[in-house]
Structure formats: structure tokens, C-alpha cells
Nanobody
């Protein structure tokens, strides 16, 4: 199994910044990608950003130019730098592992962190 632990969430005002971190442990060898998802209660979990072990990345249109995903393969850690935060970015953010190819990311079912709450006030 894979264990994922997110951190870095909190309360910020609109226009502020946060940096989320997620460290993976366990059987991560089979996965070349990591991603960040977010979820508002009552809505489906949506992809925010994903990155391959080689550094390829993709973003949701709503966060392009504001968020940056990066990773440290040696530390098995993925980061999400969130700038110019908006109230609609408020959500629980989850880390995932999966497969990244052809500019698409495929999370592995059942492998999620506990989530970290990001709240952006107006």
C-alpha cells in the first residue's frame, strides 16, 4: 500500500498564498505520477494539478498562472504553491499517486491522503 500525508492548509485572505506538501511512503515504485485534487462538500473531487516523475505537469484551467506543482523525487514529496488565492479555491485538498502519460493523470483508486483544508476569505 501507499501512505500519503498532506500538510500546509490553513486560513488566508484572498490574494494570499499557501504551500501544500504531500509525502508518500510505502509501495510507490509502481507510480510515476502524483497529483493534487480538491473537493467541496456535495461536489465531486476535481483535479487541480498533476506531475510526472520526469517533471511534466498539467493544471486545471481555473488555477493556471496561479498554482505551481513541483516534486522532489528523492523525498517522495509533491508540493503545490498556491498564489493569488481566491474564495472559490476554498476546499479540502487531497494528494494522490497514479500514472501520468499523454498529458493525462490517472489516480489510483483508494490511494488518498487525509486531506488538508484550505479556506480563503473574501
Amino acid at each position: 500500500q501507499v501512505q500519503l500525508v498532506e500538510s500546509g492548509g490553513g486560513l488566508v485572505q484572498a490574494g494570499g498564498s499557501l504551500r501544500l506538501s504531500c509525502t508518500a511512503s510505502g509501495n510507490t515504485f509502481d507510480y510515476n505520477g502524483m497529483g493534487w485534487y480538491r473537493q467541496i462538500p456535495g461536489n465531486e473531487r476535481e483535479l487541480v494539478a498533476a506531475i510526472s516523475s520526469a517533471g511534466s505537469s498539467k493544471y486545471a484551467e481555473s488555477v493556471k498562472g496561479r498554482f505551481t506543482i513541483s516534486r522532489d523525487n528523492a523525498k517522495e514529496t509533491v508540493y503545490l504553491q498556491m498564489n493569488s488565492l481566491k474564495p472559490w479555491d476554498t476546499a479540502v485538498y487531497y494528494c494522490s499517486v497514479g500514472h501520468y502519460y499523454n498529458d493525462d493523470y490517472y489516480p489510483t483508486a483508494g490511494y488518498w491522503g487525509q486531506g488538508t483544508l484550505v479556506t480563503v476569505s473574501s
